[in-house]
């Protein structure tokens, strides 16, 4: 082997990066928006899941207070706080709440779609019963 063939097959030309850059960002710019889509998707779900459960445990205590004592209650926010009362496991977060707010949490409040205060995850109203995240969002609140 000649010198000549050695320096022509040891690597990539300056022109050859150059395009394999470009598709790269290229690649880069149709992924990113999927991916923004896809986590979105995610967290929308994340708190319609949370929201279910929660509504849920609630619809249950009322039912067994309507059974056991005769008259049927929705249950005090106090005994929706506590572990094991209404739900057997803790508060799960809203996932469009951050952590300093938090987002595993219940606030009173009175009128469903209001946002209430800076801290809560959900907002509970006492006297109907109704849950709904606390979050200023377009759509959570509809749900």
């Known amino acids: 082997m000649s010198l000549r063939t050695l320096r022509e097959n040891r690597g990539f030309t300056l022109i050859e990066l150059v395009i394999i850059i470009v598709i790269l960002g290229i690649l880069a710019a149709v992924a ?27 619809a249950i205590w009322y039912a067994n207070q309507a059974v056991t004592t005769g008259t049927a209650t929705w249950p005090s926010l106090d005994s929706l706080r506590t572990a094991g009362a209404v739900m057997e496991h803790a508060i799960p977060k809203n996932p469009y709440q951050s952590d300093t707010n938090a987002p595993d949490s219940i606030v009173a409040g009175v009128a469903k779609g209001t946002t209430v205060g800076t801290r809560g995850g959900w907002v509970y109203n006492e006297s109907t019963g109704e849950l709904w995240p606390n979050t200023s969002g377009v759509g959570e609140n509809n749900w």
């Open 32 to 58: 990113i928006p999927k991916y923004q889509d896809v986590s979105t998707e995610a967290r929308e779900a994340a708190a319609r899941a949370a929201l279910g459960g929660l509504r849920s445990g609630i």
